[in-house]
């Protein structure tokens, strides 16, 4: 089985759909006839970013998805906060991202030691203060309570009562009263002599007290979130449904209609598309017709490697489709569509989490499918940027092809558009292109090397698009995919 792909060379000055400039995109254009997931997994790796499933773990912002999704499904609740409504799929929109693109980043390890130190003074001279009024306070209400009285009774007493009558003097039925100060002292006393008692004990050395850790079981997972604690009672039940994206497929076939009109109404609403923009062959056309070829290799996965629909069912109804396609080392994010009326629980975001779970769920069955990648990133437009919240993630430097920690790049990235991301100058591109004549192509039905098809083709010679071709795809990938050439 082979890929066979056509090259369409550069197309520059096309119009973008994220920023809406006319002429804010180019791109190396490649149509494929047919598509291994071997070879799709080592061409994404060339040009797109990923993130660590496995290492993942929900920020605030993903947690209060996962949690208005869960108390929806469980009770019925609608949150009507000020950011419900701004659904954002992986690969279309954006997510909690700052309207303007010219922002700063700066982390704690980053601000000037000066700056810290007053706000730190300020703090704990606060806290000092405060720590000594309820001191004083409990310390007199300790004095009181000794003699019978409540709490509310001494405090009157102290108010009505706080100087003796004339010639009475102090009341020597009460304890001397005492400072503040020396009751700390006394405090503190004690406390170290119980410390020592329990070193003499257990054995163990002298520790400052701490708070007490909190169980491994306080950090949630993006798993647990998603759980709904009581199903059978629960308001609502959600299904997700993993459907191969093949008309031989019964269930694929079964949902087509509902899928389609569900990708209309979100398209019409979202996207302002006209009825015959986004009608059944488009929805096909886009989202259906897929190159790559389905392999369920023995050893694998049990629903095997190609392109697929996660189909989002809630209550019986059809509200949500995640277009992904499954590969050796990923699952790959191609598009969401939803349901607008449903856009108040943020599917968009939602849909991301959940197939970061199913990544992960994968990575069981499968050690070396461990990432998930949503696609294209780009800094300057905040549509493409949010995907950076998602952590750890990675970026590939675009003159090594190596992967580097997104917070290493986005400095650099405020400085230029373009930037080498890997700080060693020497390292380049491991699979870079060292042998033209090795790239395979396939002309007149025969599959050859470039070295004989270049001496059987008539006409203008065609070397410096084929070798564009592979400089951008790589010497591995040249020799294994067929090159189409007319």
């Known amino acids: 089985m082979y890929s066979i792909l056509e090259y369409?060379?550069?197309?520059?000055?096309?119009?973008?759909?994220?920023?809406?400039?006319?002429?804010?995109?180019?791109?190396?254009?490649?149509?494929?006839?047919?598509?291994?997931?071997?070879d799709y997994q080592d061409l994404i790796d060339r040009g797109w970013r990923r993130l660590s499933a496995v290492n993942y773990q929900p920020n605030k912002s993903h947690k209060k998805v996962l949690k208005k999704m869960?108390?929806?499904?469980?009770?019925?609740?609608?949150?009507?906060?000020?950011?419900?409504?701004?659904?954002?799929?992986p690969m279309d929109s954006q997510a909690d991202s700052p309207v303007s693109c010219k922002f700063s980043f700066r982390d704690k390890g980053e601000i000037p030691e000066d700056e810290l130190k007053p706000l730190t003074t300020e703090v704990e001279e606060a806290e000092k203060q405060h720590v000594e009024k309820e001191m004083e306070k409990n310390t007199e209400d300790e004095r009181h309570k000794e003699h019978g009285d409540s709490i509310e009774t001494a405090k009157l007493k102290t108010t009505v009562y706080s100087m003796p009558n004339p010639g009475k003097g102090a009341d020597t039925t009460r304890p001397p009263c005492r400072k503040a100060k020396d009751v700390r002292k006394e405090r503190r006393l004690q406390k170290r002599l119980l410390q020592k008692a329990d070193q003499t004990s257990s054995e163990q050395p002298d520790v400052t007290p701490t708070a007490p850790k909190l169980k491994s079981s306080a950090i949630k997972s993006v798993e647990e979130f998603i759980d709904v604690l009581d199903a059978e009672n629960a308001a609502h039940r959600l299904e997700?449904?993993?459907?191969?994206?093949?008309?031989?497929?019964?269930?694929?076939?079964?949902?087509?209609?509902?899928?389609?009109?569900?990708?209309?109404?979100?398209?019409?609403?979202?996207?302002?598309?006209?009825?015959?923009?986004?009608?059944?062959?488009?929805?096909?056309?886009?989202?259906?017709?897929?190159p790559l070829e389905l392999d369920t290799p023995p050893d694998g996965i049990s629903c095997g490697y190609g392109s697929f629909h996660q189909q989002y069912w809630l209550d019986g109804k059809i509200v949500a489709v995640g277009v992904i396609d499954i590969l050796p080392y990923c699952v790959s994010s191609v598009y969401l569509y939803y349901d607008p009326d449903y856009s108040f629980l943020s599917l968009g975001v939602y849909s991301a989490l959940r197939e970061i779970a199913f990544t992960r769920e994968l990575q069981k069955k499968a050690a070396d499918?461990?990432?998930?990648?949503?696609?294209?990133?780009?800094?300057?437009?905040?549509?493409?940027?949010?995907?950076?919240?998602?952590?750890?993630?990675?970026?590939?430097?675009?003159?090594?092809?190596?992967?580097?920690?997104?917070?290493?790049?986005?400095?650099?990235?405020?400085?230029?558009?373009?930037?080498?991301?890997?700080?060693?100058?020497?390292?380049g591109d491991k699979d870079r292109l060292t042998e033209l004549s090795r790239i395979r192509v396939l002309h007149k039905r025969t599959v050859m090397p470039y070295s004989?098809?270049?001496?059987?083709?008539?006409?203008?010679s065609d070397e410096t698009v084929v070798k564009q071709y592979a400089t951008l795809v790589g010497q591995t990938c040249a020799e294994r995919m067929l090159l189409y050439r007319t």
């Not at 369409?8 to 791109?27: H, V």
């Not at 499904?73 to 659904?87: K, P, R």
């Not at 998602?390 to 405020?414: A, F």
Request: hydrophobic share 30%; with cysteine; charged share 25%.
């Open 8 to 38: 369409r060379g550069l197309r520059d000055e096309a119009a973008c759909g994220y920023c809406r400039s006319q002429r804010g995109k180019a791109s190396h254009g490649m149509w494929a006839h047919s598509l291994t997931v071997q």
């Open 70 to 89: 869960q108390k929806f499904l469980q009770f019925g609740e609608v949150s009507q906060s000020a950011n419900d409504g701004i659904s954002v799929e």
């Open 240 to 290: 997700v449904k993993l459907v191969p994206v093949s008309m031989e497929d019964p269930e694929f076939v079964a949902s087509f209609e509902s899928s389609a009109a569900l990708y209309a109404k979100y398209q019409m609403s979202v996207h302002k598309d006209l009825p015959y923009e986004c009608g059944p062959e488009e929805f096909t056309r886009f989202l259906c017709d897929s």
């Open 369 to 427: 499918l461990c990432h998930y990648y949503m696609g294209f990133y780009i800094y300057s437009c905040p549509k493409m940027r949010y995907k950076g919240q998602y952590k750890p993630s990675q970026l590939l430097c675009p003159e090594s092809y190596s992967w580097v920690p997104i917070e290493k790049c986005t400095p650099l990235l405020e400085c230029s558009k373009y930037s080498r991301f890997n700080g060693n100058a020497k390292e």
């Open 452 to 460: 004989i098809y270049k001496k059987r083709r008539k006409g203008p």
